[in-house]
């Protein structure tokens, strides 16, 4: 039966906001897990702290969110990816970071320490690693005619690191193993007992084509936290910059996938538009990716008197050029040839993982962090959410070809209706301890970040990129396509590396 | 496509004019690079990018650089796949220790001559990361570094400066 997150029962902690969070006992963890793994709820992160771990969860029926927590002082909890998958990569990170055992993860290998590090459970109860790390077992396969086709870290574009191991027979992909963490920082650590301010730099640059929509996260988990409210106009720019990196980075995606067929005018079109977006974002906002202009409290910067006509121009320019290689992506059989029905992702498994973005989108899941729980200025503004249900290549570049369209008609309804005033609050984080849970939609998917505070410092805070659900998934689609499909299959996925390796 | 390609040959090229080079950047690579080795490479040069664990920002960056604004190839300068076939190695990155040894395999499957150009703020010392149980701090921990370009990330004319500075050194 689906039961509310309400009903969960467990000891409820003061001073968590915007959502509850609730200390919950094994019988309450494995509750929870039963109902992921049935799927009346969906996963929104996984992550341990000092003697416990947390869990994010959605009710999406309800539009509800909450925080379960399991204190483990012993040092083990109930997997819960035993019985709902999307959680193994989480708790494997958990038991690297933390040394944690989730009892029953069928997954026990390494995923973050890959065996360079000085130390063990870095952010648990840290000690020497061993002088030397066993060798990491990928998944076995036999049968007739396979082999085997190891491909990185080092890849041969201009792309983060990652190792992909591909089992083929003849052209056809029959299993694809991926291992990350070799962009792995250890961001979390860093932010152990610094101030919000430079915290946020560093979630800034957890990912940096998506740092306007971390900082954002970021940011409004300290003011959830704090319980400050942030002056409208801030609100509003905020709006215009992550519309503005969904811009730039949709381009590069719709140029780079038709690249990855062959068809190069469309990358270098869309490059232009890319350019042009990340000029005008220079211009209004003094930096072409936009770092460290939202911060915990406002933004850093105004917009100059010259801008909301510059942008307004941007804009004009992409309605006159855009639709042209709408047209020419449409009608180029060739490429399509290539998008339609390469790399499907089933509906059911992008539900079952919580697939955000234009992964989730294009199969079936219409889940939009702007929607839900929802942020302002976005309540107050008129968008739809495109959907498709083919879950091919084809339809992740229809989504982000229609999401330009929607940012074109959000950015004009920001620059018609943006307030005047301040663009900062002053935030004093000291005083007792609080928490607070953020999100924002960036162009692949919704940031979550959640964070305690104590004495004006960070205790604890963990971000969640929305790739942790879509890299495995890429697994999937690409189960049955051939080989020479894959590069094109993983730019129309494009997830995260540094985001997901933390 | 046809008015399209039909546009873009009437409209006057959008690339821009070369940036001049950096007399500081000139001035450390004085010292690492020999006139001979640039004699026998000629002007032409082979770029590999490395990711040693950046937050993908310079990547963008540095994609930036074939765009038609840069157009980084009229200047005889492109990337390749293969370390192989580089004559420079493009670091970004802190460098993770999960990237250390990934690094150092690229590097030493780089022929002679070669250079390292060490890209961004935290190549130069681990910047923002530094001090991280999980990062060495700077490429030139690893591997000998002849120039580095800054910024977080650097803008692709700064890229360019940097890369054209490496070419008439």
């Known amino acids: ?502 | 496509m046809r008015r399209i390609l039909f546009d873009s040959l009437m409209r006057r090229p959008l690339t821009e004019a070369a940036p001049v080079k950096d007399e500081e950047m000139l001035a450390e690579l004085g010292a690492s690079v020999e006139r001979a080795a640039r004699r026998r490479l000629g002007r032409s040069l082979s770029i590999r990018e490395v990711d040693a664990g950046s937050c993908n920002g310079c990547e963008l960056e540095i994609h930036a650089l074939n765009n038609a604004f840069y157009d980084l190839e009229r200047f005889g300068l492109h990337f390749v796949a293969s370390p192989r076939h580089a004559d420079v190695l493009l670091v970004t990155g802190p460098v993770t220790r999960n990237m250390r040894e990934a690094l150092e395999r690229t590097y030493n499957a780089t022929p002679d001559p070669k250079w390292v150009v060490a890209v961004g703020d935290c190549a130069v010392d681990g910047g923002i990361f530094s001090g991280s149980y999980a990062v060495i701090g700077g490429v030139s921990g690893v591997v000998p570094v002849d120039l580095h370009i800054r910024g977080c990330p650097p803008r692709p004319t700064q890229l360019l400066q940097g890369l054209l500075t490496l070419l008439e050194a």
């Open chain 1, 1 to 502: 039966m689906p039961t509310p997150l309400g009903t969960i029962e467990g000891r409820k902690i003061a001073g968590h906001r915007p959502c509850s969070r609730l200390v919950v006992n094994e019988d309450g963890w494995r509750f929870a897990a039963s109902q992921l793994s049935a799927g009346y709820w969906t996963l929104l992160g996984l992550w341990g702290d000092t003697d416990a771990v947390h869990m994010a969860l959605l009710d999406e029926g309800a539009r509800e969110i909450a925080v379960v927590t399991m204190p483990c002082p012993d040092g083990h909890f109930p997997s819960v990816g035993a019985l709902h998958p999307p959680a193994i990569r989480l708790e494997r990170a958990v038991r690297d970071l933390y040394g944690f055992e989730p009892v029953g993860l069928p997954d026990t290998r390494p995923w973050l320490d890959l065996g360079f590090w000085d130390v063990q459970h870095p952010l648990g109860e840290r000690r020497a690693a061993p002088a030397r790390c066993a060798p990491y077992p990928f998944l076995p396969t036999a049968g007739e005619g396979l082999h085997q086709i190891p491909v990185g870290p080092v890849h041969a574009g201009i792309i983060e690191p990652g190792h992909f191991r591909f089992t083929a027979n003849g052209e056809t992909v029959v299993r694809l193993e991926q291992r990350l963490g070799y962009v792995h920082k250890g961001i979390e650590a860093l932010m152990v007992g610094a101030i919000p301010d430079t915290a946020a730099r560093l979630a800034g640059r957890t990912s940096g084509d998506s740092t306007v929509a971390y900082a954002l996260a970021f940011a409004h988990a300290v003011e959830a936290a704090m319980d400050v409210e942030v002056p409208p106009r801030a609100i509003y720019l905020r709006a215009l910059m992550a519309e503005l990196e969904r811009l730039a980075n949709h381009f590069g995606d719709i140029g780079a996938i038709c690249n990855d067929a062959s068809f190069s005018l469309m990358h270098a079109q869309c490059g232009i538009l890319r350019e042009k977006t990340l000029r005008a974002a220079e211009s209004c906002f003094g930096h072409r990716l936009m770092m460290d202009a939202v911060v915990p409290g406002g933004v850093a910067r105004d917009l100059g008197a010259s801008c909301s006509t510059e942008v307004a121009a941007l804009l004009e320019e992409i309605r006159r050029l855009f639709p042209r290689l709408v047209e020419l992506y449409d009608n180029t059989a060739s490429l399509q040839d290539r998008t339609a029905a390469t790399g499907v992702l089933r509906g059911e498994l992008a539900r079952q993982f919580g697939a955000g973005g234009y992964i989730g989108r294009a199969s079936g899941r219409a889940f939009d962090a702007r929607k839900m729980p929802g942020y302002p200025p976005y309540d107050r503004l008129d968008f739809d959410v495109p959907v498709f249900d083919a879950g091919d290549v084809n339809a992740r570049v229809w989504v982000r070809i229609r999401e330009v369209e929607q940012s074109l008609g959000l950015i004009d309804q920001i620059l018609r209706r943006l307030p005047a005033g301040a663009i900062r609050v002053a935030i004093d984080p000291a005083g007792e301890a609080r928490e607070g849970l953020g999100m924002a939609e960036a162009f692949r998917g919704d940031v979550l970040v959640w964070m305690r505070l104590e004495r004006g410092r960070l205790a604890r805070c963990h971000l969640r990129d929305p790739s942790w659900f879509q890299w495995p998934l890429l697994e999937a689609a690409i189960e049955g396509n051939i080989v020479a499909d894959f590069p094109l299959c993983n730019k129309s996925f494009n997830c995260s590396y540094s985001g997901h390796d933390l």
